[in-house]
């Protein structure tokens, strides 16, 4: 397996955060490498390597150099789009990703890249594709969610509609510990897939915005938390009464003291379970608190430097946290052993 080797990098480009002392934060060691500086998505796959998604093509980072699949002067027609919308890896080891205009499917040891599904997906813009512990591959696209096997075959297409009949859109996708798949659908609500039917059925209504974006199931209980495009983060408990599904917090502050009721992207920590979300300007953690049930936001605040347009969080193999950035540089948050906790 190979290993990323950054420890001396760290070493010399750490930024301590002192308003919280139990993290650090340092930007991606491969940024002078990449072709552009903008990243859109970040993955880690099985062996260890960095994927980065970015609107010049898929780089590769194994630690030592980046490589690079696009289409240019040296291979022409390679991709019908440079710009990289998301990536998974499915159970062979190839990597999936989906750009704007078509998805591909990416054979590591050959470098063979394959369009999948060309005559479905060639001019679509595939905005998320995700991999389920049955090996079942699912592709986002439009008002459609696409399911295929492992090796390429539609399996089946989803549409997805509105209360009124019109077209929507997958915002999330979340398969929990108890391998239920859920998805958040345009401002519809939560969705659950039903094995048996082969089906997605309402699981819960919207909340009173009917703005759902993200949703990750927390690391140790069974409700979930779902990102909203107004009022932040809510707490979703499928056990609880119909008419307390959702429960709802103050938002968080960015750090020029303004609301930050718009969520983006979300991740759990694995070390102290504190929520990390993108916003439209700022990086916000925030720690729940069960006796109040309700978030309560941490003193940490992200340093000017790394820019107020944020992507994805992905969580990596070793519980850090990547952080994509399209006007900044992308970093990545790492947590110290044996320290005080984050407030």
């Known amino acids: 397996m190979k290993r990323f080797c950054f420890l001396l990098i760290f070493s010399l480009i750490e930024i301590t955060i002192q308003a919280a002392s139990n993290i650090r934060i340092t930007p991606v060691p491969s940024l002078p490498q990449l072709p552009v500086s903008a990243i859109h998505r970040i993955f880690q796959d099985s062996e260890g390597l960095m994927w980065y998604g970015t609107v010049n093509g898929l780089c590769c980072d194994d630690g030592y150099q980046i490589n690079v699949i696009r289409s240019d002067i040296n291979t022409p027609g390679l991709l019908n789009d440079n710009t990289i919308q998301s990536i998974a890896e499915d159970e062979r080891g190839r990597i999936w990703f989906g750009t704007d205009h078509g998805a591909y499917m990416l054979d590591k040891t050959s470098r063979q890249v394959t369009p ?9 813009f595939i905005y998320s594709i995700r991999k389920t512990s049955d090996g079942a591959m699912w592709i986002a ?20 509609y509105d209360h009124e009949g019109k077209s929507s859109w997958m915002a999330g996708f979340c ?28 699981y819960a209504n919207p909340p009173s915005g009917r703005n ?72 916000i953690a925030m720690r729940y608190d069960e006796a109040r049930r309700c978030l309560r936001q941490t003193d940490f605040r992200l340093p000017a430097e790394y820019g107020n347009m944020l992507n994805e969080i992905y969580q990596d193999k070793d519980g850090n946290l990547w952080v994509a950035s399209f006007d900044g540089k992308s970093f990545i948050i790492h947590f110290i052993l044996n320290s005080a906790t984050l407030l």
């Open 141 to 160: 696209t439009g008002h459609k969610l696409l399911r295929y096997n492992t090796e390429g075959k539609l399996q089946k297409t989803y549409l997805l």
């Open 175 to 202: 398969e929990s510990r108890q391998k239920q798949i859920l998805i958040t659908v345009g401002r519809e609500g939560i969705y659950r897939y039903d094995k048996k039917t082969d089906t997605f059925t309402r």
């Open 116 to 124: 999948l599904d060309a005559e479905r997906l060639q001019t679509s």
């Open 212 to 283: 759902l974006t993200c949703i990750v199931q927390d690391r140790t209980h069974n409700y979930f938390w779902v990102g909203t495009s107004s009022d932040g983060l809510l707490l979703f408990d499928p056990s609880a009464p119909k008419d307390s599904i959702y429960t709802y917090s103050p938002l968080p502050v960015n750090p020029m003291g303004e609301a930050e009721g718009d969520i983006l992207y979300l991740e759990q920590d694995n070390r102290e379970g504190i929520l990390w979300m993108t916003t439209r300007s700022s990086l």
